[in-house]
């Protein structure tokens, strides 16, 4: 139930049944100010089903009613929230006044002085000693605590020399209400969403030496400061930290006006082009590929031959923008018509385009198909990309194989949609279930997300194998998926991992979209796939132990049962990261 906000569903009720509304998880007094039922004539209810399923079918195909209203159905149940929602004042009680509570007690001496700086004026005088606060102007204001939380971070980390932590609003009425949690420092997240964070704190090293470049400059733009301050950081997974505590009040809902492009294009200095996102709320990179680049795609399949056919069409529909090898790893067909299209598949490979079948039999182990693939591949970028995918917009090629050779990047993930147009896939996020699950999974596509992160490349801990693009460099160092012991589940994630491991970041690119026809209502595997599934979980909980429960590119105050960023009650003392 969301305010000021109405809601529509269709009910069925026969004849001469009752209908019966139910509150559940229902934590705070709630005003339902209107409830309508309306008597809909049948053609309408059902116009009504299909423009909410709208693309949920193949214009081919006719589904039965009886089809259409089971898919209805499970479209609406599995948007529906898996866990109470917690109300933001009652996090602040449980959770946040604790926290507060613990942060030591400073005296005079201890105290690290926050000097404030607001955009708009000059760079001002050299500081000795002390911390620069950030703040954009008029209508921004520090938290009461936010000495004691910086003090306490440098106790934590002593070499840190940029900081910054989360924001809240004050509403008019004077409560403070939409929180923003922000991830641990995330540079691609930092370039690519002009309101990454609102508020910095600043060394007196570091202002110092940025102001001898910038003698009484005036800065309008927190981007254009902070761009500027880290190019003086030697190490800034290392010397920038983020506090995850609320340590910035903003009273107004205007946020401060993003830089065009062009002028970002300029202070990156870099080799990408700028452009804003396709909803506007944020930037995206174009990296430029070198010429002899070819992108291998790697694609498993027994039999099944429509998904192959489709995957393969959407390749051809959707331009590239680059150089393609296909091959494709057969774990075992037998339906004659496979057998064909494989063998015609092999006969047409070319000069222009190389395409080769891998027979890899027996019983199914995902890692060590791609494997046995990549050995026989020949391009400088391998793309995991499972047969039930297809590709929706053009350029995917050259945006996944340019982001995958791009120096410190491991793993590059797409955004993937169930075929009723809801996110499957946005990229992983550790501990979501106990081990990992798929960020803003079932929402609706087309809707910018948690701060807008759905709409925006950043870095992540892992991204799925269903399309996983990865430099043949660093698939060789890494020796590609653990085919021993994570034979079907969780191989991509430990990928992802182990390239994190080696100081490789690994990107999700929302601007790469396609669709992912794996069922959205799946369940729990049962039997021998069930034993399996608990085996390779152990294993993933014996390699990477703790760091299931701290993603950097989550949150600590964030839900762990849905990965739907939404509050959480977990306790703990919030460190610096």
Not at 244 to 263: A, F, I, T, W, Y
Not at 298 to 310: G, M, N, S, V
Not at 391 to 399: E, H, I, S, V
């Amino acid at each position: 139930m969301y305010p000021v906000r109405r809601r529509w569903r269709v009910l069925r009720l026969a004849q001469g049944g009752q209908l019966e509304l139910t509150l559940e998880r229902v934590q705070q007094p709630l005003q339902l100010q209107e409830l309508w039922l309306i008597r809909l004539p049948a053609w309408d209810a059902w116009r009504r089903i299909k423009r909410r399923l709208n693309g949920a079918f193949e214009a081919r195909q006719h589904p039965s009613l009886a089809l259409l209203w089971r898919r209805y159905n499970e479209l609406l149940h599995a948007q529906a929230r898996k866990h109470s929602l917690v109300p933001y004042a009652r996090w602040q009680r449980l959770i946040e006044a604790p926290a507060v509570a613990a942060l030591p007690n400073l005296s005079a001496l201890t105290a690290q002085r926050l000097h404030i700086f607001r955009l708009g004026e000059p760079a001002g005088a050299m500081l000795d000693g002390d911390w620069l606060a950030l703040l954009p102007g008029e209508g921004y204001q520090l938290s009461r605590w936010a000495d004691r939380a910086v003090t306490a971070a440098l106790e934590v980390k002593p070499d840190v020399k940029l900081l910054y932590g989360d924001e809240d609003q004050i509403s008019p009425a004077g409560e403070r209400c939409q929180p923003q949690f922000k991830p641990a420092w995330n540079q691609e997240l930092c370039t690519s969403d002009p309101h990454y964070s609102q508020c910095w704190f600043v060394s007196a090293a570091l202002w110092n030496q940025w102001r001898e470049q910038h003698n009484q400059q005036t800065i309008c733009n927190w981007q254009e400061l902070v761009l500027g301050l880290q190019a003086q950081i030697d190490s800034p997974s290392e010397q920038i930290g983020h506090i995850p505590m609320v340590l910035c009040h903003r009273s107004s809902g205007q946020l401060p006006k993003p830089l065009p492009p062009k002028e970002l294009e300029r202070l990156l200095g870099s080799a990408a082009q700028v452009q804003a996102s396709p909803t506007g709320l944020g930037y995206q990179m174009a990296w430029p590929l070198p010429d002899e680049t070819t992108l291998s795609l790697i694609i498993p399949t027994r039999d099944r031959l429509e998904l192959l056919e489709a995957c393969l069409a959407s390749i051809e529909r959707q331009e590239p923008g680059c150089a393609l090898e296909l091959v494709v790893a057969d774990n075992g067909s037998r339906e004659p018509a496979t057998l064909d299209f494989l063998e015609t598949f092999a006969a047409n490979s070319s000069s222009r385009r190389r395409q080769i079948v891998v027979r890899v039999p027996g019983p199914f182990n995902y890692s060590a198909i791609n494997n046995r693939a990549a050995e026989q591949c020949r391009g400088s970028v391998l793309l995991l990309l499972n047969n039930d995918v297809e590709f929706l917009r053009p350029g995917w090629g050259k945006q996944l194989a340019s982001n995958a050779l791009r120096p410190g990047i491991g793993c590059v993930g797409a955004q993937l949609l169930y075929p009723d147009r809801t996110i499957q896939h946005a990229g992983v996020v550790l501990g979501v279930g106990g081990l990992a699950g798929h960020a803003h999974q079932d929402l609706a596509a087309g809707q910018a997300g948690y701060q807008r992160r759905l709409d925006l490349s950043q870095e992540l801990s892992a991204v799925t194998a269903a399309c996983l693009a990865i430099s043949r460099e660093h698939w060789q160092q890494l020796g590609g998926l653990d085919e021993s012991q994570l034979a079907v589940n969780y191989n991509d994630v430990d990928l992802c991992l182990r390239a994190g491991q080696l100081g490789l970041k690994n990107l999700y690119l929302p601007q790469v979209l396609a669709l992912h026809h794996e069922s959205k209502s799946r369940g729990r595997p049962e039997g021998a796939a069930y034993r399996q599934w608990r085996r390779e979980w152990s294993v993933m909980e014996r390699r990477w132990g703790d760091l299931l429960q701290q993603d950097p590119a989550y949150h600590p105050h964030l839900s762990l049962e849905a990965g739907d960023f939404s509050l959480a009650l977990r306790r703990g003392a919030p460190r610096v990261r």
